[in-house]
Each structure stands twice: as C-alpha cells, then as structure tokens.
C-alpha cells in the first residue's frame, strides 16, 4: 500500500452498492481529515488472507459488512464489549502496538439515532424488536443499556427468538416468543430488525402492537418509505422511520474510532435522503 494516505475501506460481497465510500469521504472532508476509503468485494474463499494482507501492507481500518461481519471477529486481536454481544464485527482497527481491535458500531447507531436525532426516549418504555437474526443481535446490548422497561424479540420462528433472549437475559428483562404470542398491545417502540424487507414483504405481526403513539422504525432503507414503514403509517401510528439515521450513526462512530474525531451526522444524512 503506497503513499502516506492512510487507507481505509469496506469489505462485503458484493460490496458495490455499499454508501460508506461516501458517507466517510463527506466525514473527511467536514472534519479535515487526510484518508482514503475505498471498495472491497473479496470472496468467500480470499477473504480472510486479504483482510490480513490489508493490514499487513499498513491498510488502517475497514469496515465489514455482509456477508463477513461473523467471519470477521476471527480477524480482530481483541474485541470491544460490545462487538463481544453482538458476535459480529462491523469495524476492524489496527492499533499503534500492531494489534487488530474488533468493533461494532450498529447498536450504538441505532441507539444515537433513536436518542439524539430522534429524541425518543427508550428509558422505562416496552419495546418489540421483531427478528432474532443477526441484525436483532448486533442492537440487544445497546437497547438493553438504555433501561427500557422491556425488551420482547418477536420472530417467525419463535426458537430464535427465545434462544436470543436467553443469551442476553442477564443485561435487562427480555423475552423471545413467536409472532401469535405477543401480548401487551401497543408498544411505545416498534424495531423491524428482519430481513423481510428484501423482498417487500411485512412481518406477520399482529396489528395491535403498533397504536398511534407507538414510534416505528425499521432498520432497513432505500428511497422513499419502506415497506414496513408505509405498513405502520397505513395502521395509524405518527411517527414511522426508515434506517437512513442508524447507517450514518454506526459510520460515525467507526470513523470517530479510527481518526479520534466524531463526525457531524447531520448533513451526511440530508446527503443521502435529499431528493
Ligand atoms: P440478519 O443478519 O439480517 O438479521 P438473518 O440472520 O438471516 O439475517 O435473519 C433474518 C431475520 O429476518 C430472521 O429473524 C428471519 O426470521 P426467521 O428466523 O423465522 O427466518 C426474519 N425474516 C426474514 N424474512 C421474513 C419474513 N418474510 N417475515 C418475517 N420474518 C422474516
């Protein structure tokens, strides 16, 4: 690796719709900082020797993305607390002493989002978080740490989701249960953390859960309205957000682990959802 740019990137497969290149050069830009970010789309069978080599060769920092963010903890020397609960890593930085510390920065994204630019507050309120994937994994800890009064994991196969809560039952009240089983009524907070919106399709949840007070959001985005979020305001419900704020979040915060410096989230984010 030449040069006295220091090199950062994302690694996915396939990796080229990914909006990091741009979110990072506008971090870069706003805050002075001298950097490279560029695309990596290695495969499956490459993709462990050439995360080492990037390193190897001076490479600063990457971000992970899919379908490596498990296969990356096995990159990292050390992993943070939180990238330790979540069982992935979406941020690998290499540190003065040579060593790789392993990051994730996707609850804290979603949490900053929900907090700061959403102004909601989490604290004492019932959650539903529908999925028990990875993406419901990578945002427990996080959720858990601002003290909702409960957290229900709601999934189309409920021992997922059962399984999920038991492996974060010891951080806050947290229950898995299968989608006919959600009791309660209307939620204060509604998180669509599955991958249904892929194929544009909306989880089977009861409709009760979502009342006009509850805050929707779903952790997917693209342009306009997600499904699941047209889905929410269709039931009534005031406010229905997509997952543009969580995508800048979790790259501030691995931009602010590598260069020292938090980004302004704000214009990147009118960036990305203008037009
Ligand atoms: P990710 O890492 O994105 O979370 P994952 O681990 O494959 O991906 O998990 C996908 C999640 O979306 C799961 O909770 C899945 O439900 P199942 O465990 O029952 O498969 C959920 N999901 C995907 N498509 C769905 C659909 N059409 N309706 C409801 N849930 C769906």
């Known amino acids: 690796m030449s040069g006295t740019v220091d090199q950062y990137g994302v690694v996915g497969h396939p ?3 990914s909006l990091s290149p741009f979110i990072h050069a506008m971090f870069a830009r706003q805050t002075g900082q001298t950097m490279a970010y560029r695309l990596f789309d290695f495969a499956p069978e490459e993709v462990d020797e050439r995360i080492a080599a990037f390193f190897a060769q001076g490479g600063r920092g990457l971000n992970v993305t899919l379908p490596y963010k498990l296969a990356a903890v096995a990159r990292a020397t050390e992993l943070t607390r939180r990238a330790q609960h979540a069982g992935a890593v979406n941020t690998l930085a290499m540190r003065e002493d040579g060593t790789i510390l392993g990051d994730n920065t996707d609850g804290v994204g979603l949490t900053q989002d929900l907090c700061v630019n959403q102004h909601l507050v989490v604290t004492r309120r019932r959650v539903l978080i529908i ?3 990875g993406a419901t994994r990578g945002v427990l800890a996080p959720l ?3 003290e909702p009064e409960l957290i229900v994991i709601a999934n189309r196969t409920a ?9 974060f039952a010891q951080l806050g009240d947290v229950q898995g ?3 006919r089983y959600i ?3 209307a939620f204060d907070l509604v998180i669509n953390a599955t991958s249904a919106s892929l194929t544009g399709e909306i989880p089977d949840v009861p ?3 979502i009342g006009p007070d509850t805050f929707c959001y779903d952790m997917a985005y693209g342009k306009g309205d997600t499904p699941f979020v047209r889905w929410c305001m269709e039931l009534g419900c005031r406010t229905a957000v997509s997952g543009w704020g969580m995508l800048v979040e979790q790259a501030a915060e691995s931009f602010r682990l590598w260069r020292g410096v938090r980004p302004l989230t704000g214009p990147v984010l009118s960036a990305l ?3």
């Open 183 to 185: 009791a309660g009524g």
């Open 159 to 167: 021992d997922r989701a059962r399984a999920l809560a038991a492996a």
């Open 15 to 17: 990796v080229a719709h």
């Open 273 to 275: 959802t203008a037009s």
């Open 131 to 133: 999925g028990a994937g």
């Open 177 to 179: 249960v299968g989608f």
């Open 207 to 209: 409709v009760a859960v």
């Open 144 to 146: 858990l740490g601002l």
